[in-house]
């Protein structure tokens, strides 16, 4: 295992994986693979630019002869897939192309893994796939309960690897991760807009009440996560990632703004979004169980993401004044003020 294609790898985690594996491993090879869509941003990349380990391609997984292309030319030997359409309000609004990517892209890259004999083809999935979970926790045995066009799609692509495993022998795994949280998040999610919102002094959006459950994982944690099962996972295995336990929206709304000393006032409940799940929470014995653990809790990720995103206005600033990050925010919020 030393010629690692990361597809998506200038996204969000994607790229915070690839930096973790160049530091971390001195002999491997990183090819970051990525369309480069809103979300994919070279920005992410910038301070590997210059090193020799590290390549970039653009290029689209759902293009079959592309992906091909960049196989052979680095003399790949094992994919790490992020690539995917993620977010679920977008899902909501372009349903399509979720299918498109998260779907049809990984059958291309399992096809590529299997005729080129991959060491391992490790696919990144979400908590989102169980649907949600009023009480107890998700093991990975459970049945997938899918409520938004981007949980399918996810649900889809891990079925889609285990196909290739049991039809073909590819030696695949899959970790289904909770909420990440950390530098380079794309400034529409929750996390890193409620954030940048309220260093302007602008309205945080909460949907509904705000007492959904989400665990906010570092997502340096879930690299170490992937990294573990990369290495000595079993094939034709899931492993859940996260840190057990959770955090109500809008305690992670008030201690965001706790944190950067602005009022509860700019909390604005809007309309929920459909089929809202309420909870999530998973059971990660079993990735405990290869020897990792996370190093944060969920008020600790936060802190840490906070302070990036206040010490890093030259990265998110420009995204958010950005015509194209205006529309979706205007398409997403507009009308969606809350009705008592």
């Known amino acids: ?15 915070n994986f690839t930096r973790y594996m160049l530091q971390k491993y001195p002999d491997y090879e990183v090819v970051v693979y990525d369309k480069l869509t809103y979300a994919g941003n070279l920005d992410n990349l910038r301070d590997l630019a210059n090193n020799p380990r590290y390549a970039f391609v653009q290029g689209d997984i759902a293009d079959a002869e592309s992906v091909d292309s960049v196989m ?5 030997d094992t994919i790490v897939n992020f690539a995917a359409e993620t977010h679920v309000d977008r899902s909501l609004l372009e349903p399509g192309s979720f299918i498109m990517t998260d779907v049809y892209g990984t059958y291309i890259l399992l096809e590529a ?3 080129y004999g991959v060491e391992r083809y490790h696919q990144v999935s979400t ?7 009023e009480e107890g926790a998700s093991c990975e045995t459970d049945p997938l309960e899918t409520r938004s066009p981007y949980s399918a799609s996810k649900a889809g692509g891990d079925l889609m690897v285990h196909a290739y495993y049991v039809s073909f022998g590819v030696p695949a795994t899959i970790t289904r991760g909770a909420n990440n949280i950390g530098p380079y998040q794309y400034p529409e999610k929750v996390v890193p807009l409620f954030v940048t919102n309220a260093i302007d002094n602008l309205p945080l959006p909460v949907y509904g009440d705000g007492l959904q459950v989400r665990d906010y994982q570092y997502v340096l944690d879930h690299c170490e996560g992937i990294d573990v099962v990369l290495h000595r996972g079993v094939p034709g295995e899931i ?3 996260g840190t057990g336990g959770g955090m109500r929206n809008i305690d992670m709304a008030h201690m965001i703004l706790d ?14 979004r459909p089929g809202h799940d309420r909870r999530y929470c998973l059971n990660c014995a079993k990735v405990m169980a290869l020897g990792w653990k996370p190093r944060h809790t969920c008020p600790e990720a936060l802190e840490k993401t906070v302070r990036w995103y206040v010490e890093n206005e030259w990265w998110w600033r420009k995204i958010k004044s950005g015509e194209r990050w ?7 919020y507009a009308g969606r003020e809350r009705r008592s």
Not at 127 to 133: I, R
Not at 259 to 272: E, G, N
Request: no cysteine; net charge positive; charged share 20%.
């Open 239 to 241: 492993y859940n990632l």
């Open 326 to 332: 205006q529309t979706y925010y205007a398409r997403n």
């Open 127 to 133: 908590d989102e796939v169980y649907g949600a979970v």
């Open 259 to 272: 944190l950067l000393d602005r009022p509860y006032s700019l909390i604005q409940h809007v309309q929920d």
């Open 113 to 115: 893994a299997k005729k």
């Open 1 to 15: 295992m030393k010629r690692i294609l990361v597809t998506g790898g200038a996204g969000f985690i994607g790229s």
């Open 72 to 76: 052979q030319g680095h003399r790949i």
